[in-house]
C-alpha cells in the first residue's frame, strides 16, 4: 500500500528565503508525482507534475524534482514571498491509479 | 476554459440528516473523482467514475455514501444518514481520462459540518 510522507509539517520563513519542501514515498512503481498548493478554504491547484521518466519540473520561482529510485522528490520556493503562504500537498499516482496524498506542510512566508 | 464546478461550498447539517453535493466537470474530461479531506489530512479518493460506470469505489463507506454521474457528466455525492465523523471537505476532480498520465483538476471543494 503506497504512503506519502510530507516533512516538515509545518514551516515559517522570511520573506525572500529560498526554501524546500521534502515528500517520499514507499511505492517506486508510480506513474507521476503531482505538487499541488492549498489556500485557506479552497480546492487543490496543481504546480507542477513530474512523469515518472522525467528528474525535475520548473515553472516559475518553483522546482520539482524526482528520484524515484529513493522513493524521494522536493518542492524548492525561490526567493519567497508573502503570496506563497498556503499548504503545499504532493501526491503519487501509481500502480492502480489512485492518487494518494501526504498531509501537506504549511507554510508561512512572513514579511 | 471552465473549471470544476461544485456546490454548494458550505453545509451545516445535524447527525443523522441526509445531504448531496453536486459536480460539473471540466468539459470533454471522460474520468470524474470525489474526494474526502478531513481536517489536517490529504485528501482520500472516495470513488473514481470513467463516463458513467464507476472505476473505484473501494473507499466509499456504501451502507451510507452513494454517488451517481447520469449521463457521464455531472455527478452527485450523497451522504445517508450523517455521522459527526463526516465533517471534512469533499472535493471533486476531473481529467481526461483514467490514464496515469492524465492531470487532475480540482473544484474549489464543499465543506460540510456535521453537528
Known amino acids: 500500500k503506497q504512503e506519502v510522507t510530507q516533512i516538515p509539517a509545518a514551516l515559517s520563513v522570511p520573506e525572500g528565503e529560498n526554501l524546500v519542501l521534502n515528500c517520499s514515498f514507499t511505492?517506486?512503481?508510480?506513474?507521476?508525482l503531482q505538487w499541488f498548493r492549498q489556500d485557506p478554504g479552497k480546492g487543490l491547484t496543481s504546480l507542477l507534475l513530474i512523469q515518472s521518466s522525467q528528474r525535475e519540473q520548473t515553472s516559475g520561482r518553483l522546482n520539482a524534482s524526482l528520484d524515484k529510485s529513493s522513493g524521494r522528490s522536493t518542492l524548492y520556493i525561490a526567493a519567497s514571498q508573502p503570496g506563497d503562504s498556503a499548504t503545499y500537498l504532493c501526491?503519487?499516482?501509481?500502480?492502480?491509479?489512485?492518487?494518494?496524498f501526504g498531509k501537506g506542510t504549511k507554510l508561512t512566508v512572513n514579511p | 476554459e471552465a473549471g470544476v464546478a461544485q456546490s454548494p461550498r458550505y453545509k451545516i447539517i445535524e447527525k443523522r440528516q441526509s445531504v448531496a453535493f453536486w459536480c460539473n466537470p471540466i468539459s470533454g474530461h471522460a474520468t470524474l473523482y470525489w474526494y474526502q479531506q478531513i481536517l489536517g489530512q490529504g485528501p482520500k479518493l472516495l470513488i473514481q467514475?470513467?463516463?458513467?460506470?464507476?472505476?473505484?469505489d473501494s473507499q466509499l463507506p456504501k451502507d451510507r455514501f452513494s454517488a451517481e454521474r447520469l449521463k457521464g457528466v455531472d455527478s452527485t455525492l450523497k451522504i445517508q444518514p450523517a455521522k459527526l465523523e463526516d465533517s471534512a471537505v469533499y472535493l471533486c476532480?476531473?481529467?481526461?481520462?483514467?490514464?496515469?498520465?492524465?492531470?487532475?483538476?480540482f473544484g474549489p471543494g464543499t465543506r460540510l459540518t456535521v453537528l
Open positions: 476532480a476531473s481529467s481526461l481520462g483514467a490514464s496515469g498520465n492524465n492531470e487532475q483538476f
Open positions: 511505492d517506486s512503481a508510480i506513474y507521476n
Open positions: 467514475f470513467q463516463n458513467n460506470g464507476v472505476v473505484d
Open positions: 501526491a503519487v499516482r501509481g500502480g492502480s491509479e489512485k492518487l494518494v
